[in-house]
Nanobody, 127 residues
């Protein structure tokens, strides 16, 4: 059974850091494109990052302009877990954060179509 579970969210002060985890089961995370998204109250869901499959010839990670230089994605293949390290957090980063996987695609971030999603974890940046 395919499952994604996010955890690590919480309340953090502006300028602080958090690391979110996305634990995968039912499939091998390194072989698929994985995305991070967020949705703030009253706003549309926003793509934060996409990591290509390790099978991709380029093996790349894309970031939204709003998080570039502050957020970093990493992967622990042994734990089948993806991480989102968030630094220099600002109140505008407050949102529910989700990870998602494209199981059917070739593992590229271009043209990706996510078909499984986690339940999300709340991140609140406030003093």
């Amino acid at each position: 059974q395919v499952q994604l579970v996010e955890f690590g969210g919480g309340l953090v002060q502006p300028g602080g850091s958090l690391r979110l985890s996305c634990a995968a089961s039912g499939f091998s995370l390194p072989y698929h494109a994985i995305g991070w998204f967020r949705q703030a109250p009253g706003k549309e869901r926003e793509g934060v990052s996409c990591v290509s499959s390790t099978l991709s010839s380029a093996n790349y990670t894309n970031y939204a302009d709003s998080v570039k230089g502050r957020f970093t994605v990493s992967r622990d293949n042994a734990k089948n877990t993806m991480y989102l390290q968030m630094n220099s957090l600002v109140p505008e980063d407050t949102a529910v954060y989700y990870c998602a996987v494209d199981l059917k695609g070739p593992g590229e971030c271009y043209g990706v179509k996510y078909d499984y999603w986690g339940q999300g974890t709340q991140v609140t940046v406030s003093s």
